[in-house]
């Protein structure tokens, strides 16, 4: 057996027992009992198995933990440009909890929109931090800024903190910034969106808007020799709105873990380039 290993299966085993021990854990207690008592596999020796290194005995108890070494071999993302360690840390624990999302070790299920609701913590958390350090924190200055980029903008009477303003506007604001194209845009917004849906309970994906939209695309030759809309033609034939929805649920049905990452990853990286020299 590995260094490696070995070293990963004692952590796994104080933890275990670490849990195992403390009073309030009654029921993870119960459930381990019951795992090794009712378990035949368990009793025939995944146990002694495991304290072999046995690779198949450890995946056994991992998942039975919803444990994440697999995280721990991945690149997380660079925060270190942060100046508030505070901050830095809540940005490293949200990536971590949205990558056990993404491989299911969280609740022992994949699940993309937990995935998405923790980029957009991230995605929030860094345009508040962006804007409070490239006006230190003043928010009167934000808010002129904002307005001049969009005049229909309106602070309310009392705004202190950045965090107050609407997050897709603080996007548009860092698309202006960053000089950055419209479509630089669409994965934070479809996420954001998924995030929003999922706290109403209204998050389902639209077949029948799907499949009515594309005929009538095909139909009018608005589809592209990839089988995506062409915005120009798509729009005189659905209508902007319909349009929109269609492109947001082709989106979701592909749940696009890795384009989320990306996008995570291009945000975080324009900021720190844009803040250095100014912290």
Known sequence: MGKDKRQQLTQLLAFIKELYDHPDNKEFAAGIRDLVLNDESFTKGI?????????????????????????????????????????????QADYREMLRYQFGTRNHKIDFPEFCRFAVLQIEMLTNYYFDMRYGSDIGEITRVFMSSFPSFKPYAGMTNVSEIQLKTKLYQIRNEFSWERKDLNTFIYAIDVRNNQSHRSLLINKDLIRETEEKLKQAGAMTSYGRPDYRLAVNVVGNDTLNKYNFQIWLERQPFDEVISAIKKLSEAIANNLSGTH
């Not at 991992?62 to 940005?91: G, T």
């Open 47 to 91: 146990g002694a198995s495991a304290m072999r290194g046995d690779p198949e005995a450890i995946r056994k108890i991992e998942a039975y933990l919803s444990l994440d070494f697999r995280i721990d071999a991945k690149n997380l993302e660079d925060y270190s440009f942060i100046k508030y360690e505070s901050v830095r840390e809540r940005l």
